[in-house]
């Protein structure tokens, strides 16, 4: 199944794929560890109640020649202990111009729905729709540390 969620940042793309390629990027959005592996929360907000879990974040390698405005960055995460009900994800994080002084920030992500094919069902019915809520709120906790960033 595929999700997405993009934002716009009013900052220079290269600026924003400058933050997000540097090696000392503070991944913290709840993150804890450091490499290219790093323990994450993911989730959904419900109202005001937050309902997260802990995933392996993992930050695949940068490409050696890409210009200075874009970036494409490979992500991915599994959910770490507790029953398989949580679906794995592999994505890209994309930066680019939006225009001259705005920069677009988009997850593409898929996934597979665990539990086989009543998993399926339940993706169609429900699940589908916390996965893209999912998806969001990365993106969006993203985006918020980044400006964080890139304000001063």
Same mark, same amino acid.
């Given at each position: ?8 940042? &009013?900052?220079? =793309?290269?600026?924003? *794929?400058?933050? @997000?390629?540097? /090696? ?5 959005? +709840? ?29 695949? &390698?940068?490409? =050696?020649?890409?210009? *200075?405005?874009? @970036?494409?960055? /490979? ?5 770490? +202990? ?71």
């Amino acid at each position: 199944m595929f999700a997405q969620h993009s934002v716009t940042l &009013a900052y220079r =793309s290269d600026r924003v *794929a400058a933050a @997000l390629a540097a /090696p000392s990027h503070p991944w913290s959005i +709840g993150l804890d560890g450091d490499g290219r592996e790093l323990l994450a929360k993911v989730g959904v907000r419900v109202g005001r109640l937050p309902i997260y879990k802990q995933v392996q974040l993992k930050l695949g &390698a940068l490409p =050696s020649a890409s210009p *200075a405005d874009r @970036l494409m960055l /490979p992500v991915s995460w599994e959910a770490v +202990g507790g029953p398989p009900l949580f679906p794995s994800m592999e994505g890209t994080i994309h930066v680019q111009p939006e225009d001259a002084r705005s920069t677009r920030l988009t997850l593409n992500a898929c996934y597979d729905p665990p539990l086989g094919a009543l998993g399926k069902l339940i993706d169609r019915a429900l699940m589908h729709r916390v996965a893209q809520a999912t998806i969001k709120d990365f993106v969006e906790r993203v985006a918020g540390r980044l400006d964080a960033e890139l304000a001063d």
